[in-house]
């Protein structure tokens, strides 16, 4: 399933996520040689409709021509199949960022994803970055595995927000203890700012010095850092229909519930309109862990409630990400976050 090239495949500059699968018929891992041996790591298309890291990748590469890289570059190009559709993951597939458990592997996918790890972890990476596009309108942030310095230095990078999102196997988790990892949420897909930020990401880490994580160093790269952390995951209940554009459903989600994201939600506010006697919770909150929450909403008429304050992230319009993956998190801020 995973094939490994040390050289750019010919037409990878030129070529768009959907027509990707010509030039890499396959998931691939790709080793690009630099001035510094251990290599920056970036991951693109976990995802097949998020094109940013793609697209960043190729402006860096682009404006150093052909000048030797000043840090080798690992690229890991992922769910090549979906990218083909525009789509999140086909139907059957799993979700290419929830395949990097620390338990051993059981699937095809799980096999390809530690065998990454694994090549990586003998390269000694410099740090990790997976790059996403938001399916909602949502600022720029990282999302960190942790609070270890190291990975806070690295968000600081890219944005004065991060979530703090632990215990999922994601790809950002998997590659924490190796190396500073985050996941970067570049705005909405075809955001020339994500473009721009993720490929003024890249270059930093390609040009930084190796002792950019070292304590006392880089302290002052990016400003403070602003940490929030999802205590939930928002699912709407599979069985129930659901619209966000006013069309009848058991579930109506508000067609600007985008404008939530990143906002002090009080106790009381509005989340959905549901329709009444419902044979299963209709908007079910879940944590990190996969554990079920309960108490987090009310009902009051037709409306669904938050039944305590929070802030959301996530929350989106796109019915197919929400099927295929959740509505959104909810989060607290972190209370001290400085490293």
């Known amino acids: 399933m995973l094939q490994q090239l040390d050289h750019l495949p010919t037409g990878f500059m030129m070529a768009s996520a959907r027509d990707l699968h010509r030039v890499l018929p396959a998931p691939s891992l790709i080793h690009l040689p630099g001035d510094e041996p251990r290599p920056l790591f970036v991951s693109i298309l976990l995802h097949g409709n998020e094109d940013v890291g793609l697209r960043a990748l190729q402006s860096v590469l682009a404006s150093r021509g052909t000048r030797h890289l000043p840090r080798a570059l690992s690229i890991f190009v992922g769910n090549v199949d979906a990218a083909r559709a525009g789509v999140r993951r086909l139907d059957g597939q799993p979700d290419f960022n929830r395949i990097w458990s620390t338990a051993p592997p059981a699937t095809p996918h799980e096999h390809m994803a530690a065998a990454v790890v694994e090549i990586m972890k003998q390269r000694a990476p410099f740090a990790a970055l997976d790059l996403h596009n938001n399916s909602g309108r949502n600022p720029l942030y990282s999302c960190l595995p942790g609070t270890a310095p190291q990975h806070q230095r690295l968000a600081r990078l890219f944005s004065p927000l991060a979530l703090l999102i632990e215990s999922q196997p994601s790809l950002g988790s998997a590659f924490a203890p190796i190396c500073p990892s985050i996941s970067c949420e570049c705005g909405e897909i075809g955001s020339a700012q994500g473009v721009f930020r993720a490929a003024a990401l890249i270059d930093k880490c390609l040009r930084a010095a190796p002792s950019l994580f070292e ?125």
Do not use: W
């Open 215 to 339: 304590d006392g160093e880089g302290d002052g790269e990016g400003g403070p850092l602003e940490i929030y952390q999802a205590f939930a995951v928002l699912k709407v209940a599979e069985a129930l229909s659901l619209s966000c554009d006013g069309t009848e459903a058991d579930v109506g989600l508000s067609p600007e519930i985008e404008s939530l994201n990143f906002r002090d939600l009080p106790a009381g506010h509005p989340i959905a309109s549901v329709r009444a006697a419902l044979p299963v919770e209709p908007l079910q909150a879940f944590g990190l862990d996969g554990a079920r929450i309960a108490g987090l909403f009310e009902q009051a008429g037709a409306q669904l409630l938050l039944a305590q304050p929070a802030i959301a992230a996530m929350l989106t319009r796109d019915l197919r990400a929400i099927r295929q993956d959740c509505l959104g998190y909810l989060m607290r801020r972190v209370p001290h976050p400085v490293c």
